[in-house]
Each structure stands twice: as structure tokens, then as C-alpha cells.
């Protein structure tokens, strides 16, 4: 049972560069969210989505896009990598009409 | 600025103590609270959740006490163990927030032998 899949579990930018993090679900949950971890700052939620084809920012949304074009995928872009997005990235899942969230392993992003 | 305000930042006790973690919120909407557990290298993971209409639930060696005009909530872990070592995180969400969380800062316990 996978449960929440992120892709890449490292990665090391350049400032200026793009990349897509990925993360695929497979409990066919229909929320999902993208969330970065940062030390004394807990987890801040960026962008969401209640299904296919649905998106909303979050918290902290700027620098990055969201997609979703199935139920099981939901992608994160960054643009134009800055050294303030260095963080842990973690997506999320949760089923219909659920407030439990079950998260990812995370994706450890350093840019420089 | 931070929903969900936890406290303390770290904390270590022996095996057998009672770490109690502390969180407070502002917003009236929030119907749910979650803590989450996360241990290193790894997602956070729900440990125990209460909604405001009771004011204590307890899961094994876990228990959170709620205090809806204080707008405060706790865990304590009983009888803490090494393994018991991680960070925990406490959370909150509104009723049409299914899955969007607001979350305190973590608290870093450290159970020592």
C-alpha cells in the first residue's frame, strides 16, 4: 500500500532554474495539498485542491503553480527557483468530506 | 502570522515523565484539532485528533485536554518512552477546510533513557 508518493526525495537547484515536484496518490483521495516545512515555522500550506481540475492558493503560494489533471497526481512547479524556497516540501492527501491528512515523505529542495 | 501558536519549542524528559505540549488559536471557525506526530526524515503522521465538543480524549498513552473559552488545547503523553522521541505538531481546520490545516510551530521532545 503506497499510500502518498513524492518524487524527488533530494534536489539541489541552481537560483533561476524550474523543476517539478511530483506527488501521486493512490487511495483515491479526493483533497490534496502541497505543504513546505520550515524550521520554527511548522508546515505552511501552498496550494490545494478539492479535485480534478480544481486549485486554490494557500498560505504561501507565490513562486510556485499547481495542476491537476487526475485525481491521483498533483504536481508542484517552481518557476524560477529562489534560495528562500530551500525548505522540506510535503504533500498531502485526505478523502472526501475527511479532515485526516496523510502526508508524503517529503521532498528536501535546496537552492543555491 | 501564525493561527495556532505551540509551546514550548523543545523539551526533554526522562522515561516515565509527561511531556505536555501547549497550543492556542484565535479563530472561533476552527471545529477540529489534530496533532501530528513526525519523526526524522519523514512525513507527519496523525497521532490524535478532538473536536470542541469534548473537553478530553485519550488513545492509548496519549491524551488531549481542550479548553474551548481559552481557546486552548494540549497533548500529554503518559508514561513517555524513548521511542516516543519526535517532533510533534499541533494543528487546526475549519468546517469547510477539509484537509487544510493551519499549524503550530512543532514542539521537539526528546525522551531519554
Known amino acids: 500500500n503506497a499510500g502518498v508518493t513524492q518524487t524527488p526525495k533530494f534536489q539541489v537547484l541552481k537560483t533561476g532554474q524550474s523543476m517539478t515536484l511530483q506527488c501521486a496518490q493512490d487511495m483515491n483521495h479526493e483533497y490534496m495539498s502541497w505543504y513546505r516545512q520550515d524550521p520554527g515555522m511548522g508546515l505552511r500550506l501552498i496550494h490545494y485542491s478539492v479535485g480534478a481540475g480544481i486549485t486554490d492558493q494557500g498560505e504561501v503560494p507565490n513562486g510556485y503553480n499547481v495542476s491537476r489533471s487526475t485525481t491521483e497526481d498533483f504536481p508542484l512547479r517552481l518557476l524560477s527557483a529562489a534560495p528562500s524556497q530551500t525548505s522540506v516540501y510535503f504533500c498531502a492527501s485526505s478523502p472526501r468530506l475527511s479532515t485526516e491528512a496523510f502526508f508524503g515523505q517529503g521532498t528536501r529542495l535546496t537552492v543555491v | 502570522q501564525q493561527q495556532v501558536k505551540q509551546s514550548p519549542q523543545s523539551l526533554i524528559v526522562q522515561k516515565g515523565g509527561i511531556p505536555i505540549i501547549n497550543c492556542a488559536y484565535e479563530n472561533t471557525a476552527f471545529d477540529y484539532f489534530p496533532w501530528y506526530q513526525q519523526f526524522p526524515g519523514k512525513g507527519p503522521a496523525l497521532l490524535i485528533a478532538?473536536?470542541?465538543?469534548?473537553s478530553e480524549k485519550k488513545e492509548g498513552r496519549f491524551t488531549i485536554s481542550f479548553n474551548k473559552s481559552a481557546k486552548q488545547f494540549s497533548l500529554h503523553i503518559m508514561d513517555s518512552q524513548p521511542g516516543d522521541s519526535a517532533t510533534y505538531f499541533c494543528?487546526?481546520?475549519?468546517?469547510?477546510?477539509?484537509?487544510?490545516?493551519?499549524f503550530g510551530a512543532g514542539t521537539q521532545v526528546v525522551v531519554t533513557p
Open positions: 478532538i473536536r470542541p465538543d469534548v
Open positions: 494543528a487546526a481546520s475549519g468546517a469547510d477546510s477539509w484537509g487544510k490545516l493551519q
